[in-house]
DNA sequence: TCTAGTACCTATCAGGTATTAGGTAATGTA
DNA sequence: TACATTACCTAATACCTGATAGGTACTAGA
């Protein structure tokens, strides 16, 4: 008996190294929670995913609330590294703030663009946006504090160039945000990029050229 | 002891009629899921809201799913009544479409402030709304269904108006759902309707107020 | 006052949940 | 080849999940 445990034991599971092991446990779970969203998760579905046992699959992340987590931040890291890099910018000698060719629309229409290449992240985000608004999510704190940076950003860029740079940003944040849940729900109907495009005309009507003052 | 169980049976519990029973489950459902979502709601919270166990709820309501879709429409009527009630359209020669004085950016006025007085409800269809992105969620069809018939509802007031109406259809529901999430997650820092009207300018910039061949 | 209907109960089920404890074997290094 | 590390396992814990079966007692109509 002991004998038949220790040959089922590990029964053709491949072993990693764990960093390689770590990212593949975040990616099935980005998918995973872009279709079911956090609280439909289960562990057992990442692990089935990465073909672990459940516990293997904690011995890595520690408890289903740190794999959130770790999913988030690593997704936000990726997303800002291929976005500089579309804007042209090098990461070596970033300073903390855009040079100043990358406008608000410019900034705008690259996240559009990278967006409508990757519905899956996408829909990761929304489903998790919202999922987070009740207070005792384990991503609340997480997309408060994500929210409150992207206003900032976004209104930094448009700093001088209309009257009230914040509102500006918030009515940004708000269009690619509504815009992309009608794209994930019917993405054949509706060319996100294109729409974008649309509205963006209309949002930055007022824009001016140059900061005022320069 | 069959004394004992018959003394401890339904003890304090009050028996209410059916309809209204079903009118305060209704509710506690309506508040519960704005707080947790439906994933994270379990049949226990709701029948402890209400003072019943769960079987007493499960006789009311069926089953878990049926209990989302009775939440849903019956806010979906009751929005409506209430919008219907406030643009002064009579619900009793209701002819299926809208009467010339309702207007689009009127019509979304109205919607826009009767949203900014209930956050919960709000709340309520934000996360439903991203949640069922999931193809099996339960109200997965409900929502599709719902943002094909708010398109062409939108689209339908806008028509003759202007050049692409469910273009702008879509930008308008856009606003208006990205606007709430900000508003929902930072209510204190966001004014939902000085910001409607702020986008409500540019968004309807161009929009004619006589129906093109009028 | 009797009776039919029904609101709601208790008990139980079959199955999921994340997490912990403690062991096993594959791996890289001395 | 010996040893330490560690990736991953099995087993068990202590829950919670929605749902069903079958019974109890309240209530409205005759």
Redesign the pocket.
């Known amino acids: 008996m002991?004998d038949d445990?220790?040959r089922?034991?590990?029964?053709g599971?491949?072993?990693?190294?764990?960093a390689q092991?770590r990212r593949q446990i975040l990616d099935a779970t980005t998918r995973l929670i872009g279709d079911r969203g956090f609280w439909a998760?289960?562990?057992?579905?990442v692990?089935d995913a990465c073909?672990?046992?459940?516990?293997?699959?904690?011995?890595?992340v520690?408890?289903?609330?740190?794999?959130l987590l770790a999913v988030l931040h690593h997704r936000d890291e990726e997303d800002f590294r291929s976005l500089a890099g579309q804007l042209g910018v090098d990461l070596e000698d970033w300073q903390g703030r855009w040079p100043s060719q990358v406008t608000l629309p410019r900034a705008c229409e690259a996240l559009v663009r990278r967006n409508a290449t990757q519905p899956e992240i996408v829909r990761l985000f929304s489903v998790l946006q919202a999922e987070s608004l009740a207070p005792d999510h384990p991503a609340s704190a997480y997309f408060a504090e994500r929210q409150q940076r992207a206003l900032s950003g976004f209104a930094a860029l448009a700093e001088g160039r209309t009257p009230d740079p914040l509102s500006l940003a918030r009515q940004v944040m708000a269009v690619m945000d509504g815009l992309q849940i009608q794209w994930l729900r019917d993405p054949d109907a509706t060319d996100l990029v294109a729409e974008w495009q649309a509205v963006a005309g209309k949002l930055f009507a007022g824009l001016r050229a140059e900061r005022a003052g320069e």
């Open positions: 002991a445990t220790a089922r034991y590990r029964r599971r491949t072993r990693l190294p764990a092991r998760l289960s562990m057992q579905d692990a073909g672990l046992t459940v516990p293997g699959l904690l011995h890595h520690g408890s289903k609330d740190r794999l």
